[in-house]
T-cell receptor, first 115, second 116 residues
């Protein structure tokens, strides 16, 4: 079946602009995660959604970052008033559920460049 | 608190040789899952192999095997018969139910270069 998809694949924006990044999880997966990966670095957890529960926003770096998940499927990560330090690859992942054995499957990522 | 440690920032291996990538973990939860991912230069994270904390046998998937030593809290990835296409970053990750949060923890990764 189809994997996790993300759009756009690349986004170049000017400092101060807002951006929206989209993630389509694997059909039937109840859990969806957003991560950020700066150049040459590991993964930084941002937020995750599980079913109809309130999202865990504990990783969001500032109130400029927000995310929503509509209908338990597609998710949008919004960054307001972008800064140069927001430049990174934003990865989305989904898993069937959130049990310890549930594997996360990742999308190809969105490379964000803030000029 | 959960922690994953990958102490090898870079590894080199000759094509067709085997290589071991180290991963140690720390958790107080008795139930946890350990995962390895491959990230080639294209950027996508590719799931390789999974080991559950209660699994009696080491996990294997084709040329990948996981050397799980529970008492030492290590979960090393072994790649047999290395291929040029194995050159990539490799991340070890763990998921446990710490405090009701199932957020996976990732290591900093190991860069593997396979020489012809």
């Amino acid at each position: 079946g189809a994997g996790v998809s993300q759009s756009p694949s690349n986004k170049v924006t000017e400092k101060g602009k807002d951006v929206e990044l989209r993630c389509d999880p694997i059909s039937g997966h109840t859990a969806l995660y957003w991560y950020r990966q700066s150049l040459g670095q590991g993964l930084e957890f941002l937020i995750y959604f599980q079913g109809n529960s309130a999202p865990d926003k504990s990783g969001l770096p500032s109130d400029r970052f927000s995310a929503e998940r509509t209908g338990g499927s597609v998710s949008t990560l919004t960054i307001q008033r972008t800064q140069q330090e927001d430049s990174a690859v934003y990865l989305c992942a989904s898993s069937r559920d959130i049990h310890v054995g549930d594997t996360q499957y990742f999308g190809p990522g969105t490379r964000l460049t803030v000029l | 608190a959960q922690k994953i440690t990958q102490t090898q920032p870079g590894m080199f291996v000759q094509e067709k040789e085997a290589v071991t990538l180290d991963c140690t973990y720390d958790t107080s939860d008795p139930s946890y899952g350990l995962f390895w991912y491959k990230q080639p230069s294209s950027g996508e994270m590719i799931f390789l192999i999974y080991q559950g904390s209660y699994d009696q046998q080491n996990a294997t998937e084709g040329r990948y095997s996981l050397n799980f030593q529970k008492a030492r809290k290590s979960a090393n990835l072994v790649i047999s018969a290395s291929q040029l296409g194995d050159s990539a970053m490799y991340f070890c990750a763990m998921r446990a139910a710490s405090g009701g949060s199932y957020i996976p923890t990732f290591g900093r990764g190991t860069s593997l270069i396979v020489h012809p």
